[in-house]
């Protein structure tokens, strides 16, 4: 298990994190959401050991993190970290990266290692390819790959898929994950994606000016949202009179209703339209199966059971 335990950091005076404390179990997955800048980033760099504490401490089990002060090599291990600036080798091909912690005393198994974990990251076809010739996306899943070489038992990954198209983040989302927890490797995920956390994490803690403001799971977070800045996190979201924070989906147009509001405008999401008007001088958002017209008055209603 991983315990933090109160701990506080600031890069020079000001502390960037501070009275931090939560835990992780052996094979759950956490995943640590905050805007831009709110430290998430500096959080998985002093759970890795990179920088020492101004307070606090934090375990795997009964091992002690110590920072640079205390320790003369960064990274427990037992630990991987996946950088948001991953740092490979260029000139050498995606196989000699994923494989460049394995033991060369067994040719076989690391052939069949690397093949796994190839597979893992769908770069099988790019085996032989020099890195420098991948993408930013290719690269990125190089790097994840080459964390689980020599596998890890607890796994921290920094925005992992900030580079990777839509087409693949998805099919690379499942495997990555279910890999994951097939292996029971625990994984802390920094990620400003709900399709992160959604569907992969068991719980998720929410930074907001240096301290956790949320610590729950995301079923939890995601149908009681506290305030303005979680409930942004998952989707479109009103605050109501009356009703407090309710979400796009949760209102509907109705015949009649004593909620009354003008369009201003439709956009096109796919599989609905999001629909922007004006209700007593607020704007609001509605989810509506159709595009409606500027200036058409409509009624609607609420309904908080909606999902
Ligand atoms: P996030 O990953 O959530 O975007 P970071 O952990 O990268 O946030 O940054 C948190 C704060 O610490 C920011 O204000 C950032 O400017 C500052 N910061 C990050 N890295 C350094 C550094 N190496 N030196 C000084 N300040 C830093
Ligand atoms: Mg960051």
């Known amino acids: 298990m991983l315990q933090i335990k109160n701990i506080s950091f600031g890069y020079k005076n000001a502390l960037v994190l501070q009275n931090i404390s939560f835990n992780v179990k052996k094979g759950e997955h956490l995943s640590v959401i905050g805007e831009s800048g709110s430290g998430k980033s500096t959080l998985l760099k002093l759970i890795y050991g990179t920088y020492d504490l101004n307070e606090g401490q934090i375990f795997w ?9 205390y320790n003369l090599i960064i990274g427990p291990e037992f630990m991987k970290y996946v950088a948001q600036e991953f740092d490979l080798m260029p000139f050498t091909t995606v196989s000699e990266n994923i494989g460049e912690f394995l ?9 069949k290692r690397i093949i796994e974990l190839l597979e893992v990251v769908e770069l099988l076809p790019f085996a032989n ?22 596998q890890p038992e607890l796994l921290l990954l920094d925005e992992p898929f900030s580079h990777i198209d ?22 802390i995920v920094a990620t400003h994606d709900k399709d992160d956390v959604l569907s992969y994490s068991d719980i998720m803690i929410v930074l ?3 301290r956790i403001i949320a610590n729950n799971s995301p079923l939890q977070l995601y149908n009681s949202p506290e305030n303005k800045l979680i409930a942004s996190f998952f989707g479109e979201f009103n605050v109501l009179e009356h009703y407090g924070l309710v979400y796009a989906n949760q209102l509907k147009i109705v015949k009649k209703s004593a909620l009354k509001a003008i369009v201003c ?24 199966p159709e595009t409606l017209k500027n200036g058409l008055e409509i009624s609607f209603s609420v309904d908080k059971n909606l999902k």
Not at 61 to 69: A, C, V
Not at 103 to 111: A, C, T
Not at 131 to 150: I, N, P, T
């Open 265 to 288: 405008n439709s956009y096109y999401k796919g599989n609905f339209y999001l629909i922007e008007a004006k209700h007593n001088e607020q704007i609001i958002f509605i989810e509506h």
């Open 208 to 210: 907001h000016e240096t």
């Open 166 to 187: 839509n087409f693949k983040k998805q099919s690379l989302r499942r495997s990555l994950f279910k890999y994951l927890k097939e292996k029971e490797i625990t994984c």
């Open 103 to 111: 033991s060369n005393f067994f040719p076989k198994e690391k052939q």
């Open 129 to 150: 390819t020099k890195v420098k010739e991948l993408s930013g996306g290719q690269k990125q899943r190089v790097a994840l790959a080459r964390a689980l070489a020599k």
């Open 61 to 69: 089990n009964d091992t002690k993190i110590l920072g640079p002060k």
